[in-house]
């Protein structure tokens, strides 16, 4: 079992840029594909971007590829998410999560079993 606790969210304008941080409780981290999900007032909860339990495999949604760039660091228990030229759209509250069942291509919400309380994300133009 792990526990997920993310920070780094915030109020920010167009253009702008931010670094999310998941932390993770448990010595086997290492074991996890995690990944990031957002989820607008109103809207399903949308995948963003995901990462092998190794790092050498990523995969992102097309609204962020080339703009945000996930990443983790094993020893640390961290997961990363940069979020670069931030639009008005990307408001949300992102959430991360981990699976022992999927891969870096699992973009279903029910692949994983593991979920941080999230932080918010706003983007004013």
């Known amino acids: 079992q792990v526990q997920l606790v993310e920070s780094g969210g915030g109020s920010v304008q167009a253009g702008d840029s931010l670094r999310l941080s998941c932390a993770a409780s448990?010595?086997?981290?290492?074991?996890?594909?995690v990944g990031w999900f957002r989820q607008a007032p109103g809207m399903e909860r949308d995948f963003v971007a995901a990462?092998?339990?190794?790092?050498?495999?990523?995969y992102y949604a097309e609204s962020v590829k080339g703009r945000f760039t996930i990443s983790r660091d094993n020893a640390k228990n961290t997961l990363y998410l940069r979020l670069n030229s931030l639009k008005p759209e990307d408001t949300a509250v992102y959430y991360c999560?981990?699976?022992?069942?999927?891969?870096?291509?699992?973009?279903?919400?029910?692949?994983?079993?593991?979920w941080g309380q999230g932080t918010q994300v706003t983007v004013s133009s």
């Open positions: 999560a981990a699976t022992t069942r999927g891969t870096s291509r699992s973009v279903q919400t029910d692949e994983y079993d593991y």
């Open positions: 448990g010595r086997t981290f290492s074991r996890y594909v």
């Open positions: 990462i092998s339990t190794s790092g050498r495999n990523t």
